[in-house]
């Protein structure tokens, strides 16, 4: 067991696991982040994440370019929210209903049309190009594992630094958080809380389907039915834990991953673990941090809550 954990070839691939695991998960939390920090409760992200995978799966697989297949599965999980905008912002229908009725369409949608399409063959896209950095690619162990990333990686770290930036620094950020805590407030200031949440929610879809684009090139180079398993539910859980904070949501996701690296390790090991028990492991490790934080968990007051103009 101990000369295992110092292979470093065990190392590197223990890391790099660790963030294919994490960066889907992270991205759609980002997306639920800012969704929640305008008040907006979007449920349906396990089923944006679903659609933006299989578009992404599908324009790699026609195009052969990765970075046409990630931006059409970002675009794809733009449109998907766009049922959100309309039911939820626009009309102010019942956001958990709405969400849940996402998440089964783009279950069912993608499962048929991969079943359709796909399943005699199930096809995969190989190994995104990789983007060496000179001098710390040559670092041991970390350097293999984390400075040889694909450039979409690096994008996508990019996007999560610029958003986080966003959030804290600008006028916008102060939009969306007022928004989300008291948008009367944003109203009397000749602000638009409708404009704030369709924003809101449009870019959360973006991320969404951002992630899950990750998952289907990235992290598995494949697309298979129902292939997040519960990754959009984490993000809600890990978006409510963060408190609105894009840095507390990375370190959460990088725990999620490392947990579903440590499951893989343990089945090279000589413990004989069922693999269903494997499985839970990354949930589990998710709900004994729920529990030790929920009571300091603090959610936007108006989260969920449909906004009238002049209402009281």
Known sequence: MSDLLLNPTFLTAFIVAAIAASMPLMLAAIGETIGEQAGVLNLGVEGIMLIGAYTAFVTTLSTGNFWVG??????????????????????GLNQIVIGLAVTLIGEGITSVLYLQNFAKTSPGLGVAPSFDIPLLSGIPVVGKAVFQQSGIFWFCILLAVVVAWMLIKTNWGLSIRAAGQKPSSLDAAGGSVTRVR???????????????????????????????NGLGYVAIVITMLSRGRVLWVALTSLLYGVTVAVGTALQLTALSLPADVIKMLPFIVVMITLVLFSRTTVVPPALAAPYTRGAR
């Open 198 to 228: 369709s924003q809101a929610v449009l870019i959360a879809g973006a991320f969404a389907g951002l992630g899950g684009a990750y998952l289907a090139l990235i992290t598995t180079s494949t697309f298979t039915p129902f292939m997040v």
């Open 70 to 91: 990630l931006l059409v599965g970002s675009l794809a999980g733009v449109l998907s929210s766009v049922v959100m905008l309309v039911l939820n912002v626009w009309l």
